[in-house]
């Protein structure tokens, strides 16, 4: 251990023992805390991500709606994206290395091996974009429908397929509810699909929100984990 | 025997529970610094390594050192015996409350 050798002989002031009622409220409320300490699944990231998707969609619905012919959203409507999108996904690193500070392993180096191909993935949609643009597809095509509904779906898919393996079955939820609502919208045309990502995004992603808030408020997070682990 | 005698009484401790608990909580397969469990428990590093020390020593967690001097590293898990040993605990727990 860390700890300086005299340590060894200190006083372990908390090795009383408990009436069963006490142990069971300790069980409860260590399991609670160790899981929001230990999980990047915060109520409060999922309604920052709710104001980002809403503010980026939006802006570029507002930027690009009643073009005729479509044309895409203004290159300052870009830009501030970019930068949106850059701080929201500074936000979640900082939060994910915060819960995970200290902790190695398995779980570890499985995240490292997932954001390969989610990393390619997304880079992919934007490479396929590019192709779309040299084979002559429309603006409407390349910067709106496609644009808007593709990362949805690579993502979708790819939380889909992760949770399925780990028998996350909310997460699996939420991964299908993206692909569906990005394929639906699509039906919107190219400047409003932006608008119904907006609002369905943000609601999604609310609803996110308040599920993590009542699990973390009612702890069965932690008891579906011990569940999972045959402790309960 | 009193009721909470079933219970084991290695874990029966706050201290002990906690720890076991905490590492409970972490995914199979993955451990824990010392020092991040010792601010997620708010321990001192002597109460805690004393803990450690009794659960280690029954074969409920693991320790590993790795690197020298200022740069060492314990790293901490819980066994499969210590996860056995903490759902047994959580069930005699539950069948004393029960009882009630």
Redesign the interface.
Known sequence: ????P????????????????E??G??ER??R???R??TSDKPALSVFSALVVLAVYGSIWSSSRGHHPYSGPSLTVVGMVYILVAVAALVSMAVYLRAT????????REARSMSIPFVVAVVGVYVFDGALKYDGFSPSIVYGVFDAAAPWLVVGAFLAGHAAAKEDWWKVAGGVAMMVVAAGSAFAGPANVWGVLAIAGCLLLLAQGVLRFRWQQTGSM?RS??LR???? | MAPDEALDPLIHTPARLRILVTLAALPEGDVVSFTRLQSLLDLTAGNLITHLRKLEDAGYLSSEKSGNGTASRTSIALTRRGRIALGEYTATLRGLLDGV
Do not use: F, I, W
């Not at chain 1, 500070?101 to 570890?108: E, I, K, M, P, T």
């Open positions: 251990m860390n700890a300086q005299n340590d060894h002989h200190a006083t372990t002031h908390e090795d009383y023992s408990l009436d069963p009622r142990a069971a300790l069980l260590s399991q805390e160790a899981q300490k230990l500070a200290g902790v190695s392993g398995r779980s570890r932690a984990t011990a682990q045959g402790l309960l």
